[in-house]
């Protein structure tokens, strides 16, 4: 006959699996959250210049 699985004492406790899902979760929406702010930022450079406003390149 199988064992049940173990579990924690407490409800509120969370495993090492769980707190690193949590993390990778977190870690993964704040690079949406960055790759959305950059493309944002394409998008508005894309506009300014075929809208006739020059950039300075620095040359």
Do not use: C, W
Not at 8 to 16: F, L, M, V, Y
Not at 24 to 43: D, E, I
């Amino acid at each position: 006959m199988a064992k049940p699985p173990k579990t924690a004492a407490s409800g509120d406790q969370k495993t090492e699996a769980d707190l690193r899902a949590e993390r990778r979760a977190a870690a993964l929406r704040a690079n949406l959250h960055r790759r959305k702010a950059q493309a944002r930022q394409r998008t508005d450079e894309a506009d300014a210049s075929s809208s006739g406003v020059k950039k300075d390149n620095g040359q």
